[in-house]
């Protein structure tokens, strides 16, 4: 088969595991299965594709390339509505305290939290360079 027909083939199985994760939302599945969901489902047609292909392979960029549409359109949207919905939480969160005791208390809590899920988030795209070979490995490494 040539590189095209893979490309498509390999499309056309991310199309429908995008339509199973649509069906599954309708459905009911909570949110929070569903992204931990797709987050397995992910990393697994991920693997399988470098696994077949290789990283340097035209298949293997092209198809990438193709789904980073999809990707960076949903990145760019989580970007566009986390401020917005954190600061209303926050505001919503105060406003509603009635003890002023409590502020410092909820606000060690948030930095805490914020400082750790940080953390965990750097140290997972360090290792995620390193895994899977990525270009920032070698400014990274110094190589």
């Known amino acids: 088969m040539t590189n ?3 490309i498509i083939i390999l499309l056309a199985i991310a199309a429908i595991i995008l339509g199973v994760i649509a069906y599954l939302h309708r459905k009911g599945i909570g949110f929070t299965k569903l992204v931990f969901g797709s987050l397995v489902v992910g ?3 991920g693997l399988v594709l470098q ?3 290789g990283n340097d392979s035209a298949i293997t960029t092209s198809t990438i390339n193709w789904l980073s549409i999809v990707g960076s359109g949903y990145v760019a949207l989580l970007q566009t509505l986390i401020t917005p919905l ?3 939480s926050l505001i919503g969160a105060f ?3 009635s003890d002023v005791a409590n502020l410092r208390k909820i606000g060690v809590t948030v930095l805490a939290t914020l400082l750790i899920t940080t953390a965990i988030a750097a140290l997972l795209g360090v290792l995620s360079v390193f895994a899977f070979h990525l270009q920032g490995a070698h400014f990274v ?3």
């Open 4 to 6: 095209n027909i893979i």
């Open 43 to 45: 990393i697994a047609f």
């Open 51 to 53: 696994l077949l292909y």
């Open 86 to 88: 954190i600061a209303v």
């Open 95 to 97: 406003t509603r305290l």
């Open 141 to 143: 490494a110094g190589t």
